[in-house]
Antibody
Framework: EVQLVESGGGLVQPGGSLRLSCAASGFTVSTNYMYWVRQAPGKGLEWVSIIYSSGTTYYADSVKGRFTISRDNSKNTLYLQMNSLRAEDTAVYYC??????????WGQGTLVTVSS | EIVLTQSPDFQSVTPKEKVTITCRASQSIDSSLHWYQQKPDQSPKLLIKFASQSISGVPSRFSGSGSETVFTLTINSLEAEDAATYYCHQSRTLPWTFGQGTKVEIK
């Protein structure tokens, strides 16, 4: 059974950092595309970053230069390192598996709150 | 960036009624359009992939159609459990984008 479990969210001050984790089971992270999507409170879904099976990565303009997506193959885990956090980064962050260009399985999300 | 525009933003529907949600893309995305259902405090759930392909385990009352720039999600005979926000999502071109969502309320 495919499962994704995010962790690492919390309250952080503006300018601070957090690392989100997405532990996968039932499939291999490194052989799939994976991405992060966020949802600000009461708002819609926003694509954040993607990592291809090749290791190639892309970012939304709003997070480019501040966020880094990566994976640990030995732990079958996806990460999102978030630096220089801003109030507008406050959101629930979801990871998802992408199968043949379709995000099919999503985690339950982890809440990041950026506030002083 | 490809902009996806859904209509309507909100729909209040009685059970057993038919619901139609439209998603318009700012440029052609072939059939690389997927539909999701999100209930409060839950993660999105995949309903339809590549515009019209069904997903195992999703009730047959959900169907999709369209291509290029205009897509439709249809819910035949709405049930109370279908109260949710529905999003379209394109994976044709980075950055992948979502529609703004359509909230479906049960009267």
């Amino acid at each position: 059974e495919v499962q994704l479990v995010e962790s690492g969210g919390g309250l952080v001050q503006p300018g601070g950092s957090l690392r989100l984790s997405c532990a996968a089971s039932g499939f291999t992270v490194s052989t799939n595309y994976m991405y992060w999507v966020r949802q600000a409170p009461g708002k819609g879904l926003e694509w954040v970053s993607i990592i291809y099976s090749s290791g190639t990565t892309y970012y939304a303009d709003s997070v480019k230069g501040r966020f880094t997506i990566s994976r640990d193959n030995s732990k079958n885990t996806l990460y999102l390192q978030m630096n220089s956090l801003r109030a507008e980064d406050t959101a629930v962050y979801y990871c998802a598996r992408i199968l043949q260009w379709v995000p099919d399985y999503w985690g339950q999300g982890t809440l990041v709150t950026v506030s002083s | 960036e490809i902009v996806l525009t859904q209509s309507p933003d909100f729909q209040s529907v009685t059970p057993k009624e038919k619901v139609t949600i439209t998603c318009r893309a700012s440029q052609s995305i072939d059939s690389s359009l997927h539909w999701y259902q999100q209930k409060p405090d839950q993660s999105p759930k995949l309903l339809i992939k590549f515009a019209s392909q069904s997903i195992s385990g999703v009730p047959s009352r959900f169907s999709g159609s369209g291509s290029e720039t205009v897509f439709t999600l249809t819910i035949n005979s709405l049930e109370a459990e279908d109260a949710a926000t529905y999003y379209c999502h394109q994976s044709r071109t980075l950055p992948w984008t979502f529609g703004q969502g359509t909230k479906v309320e049960i009267k």
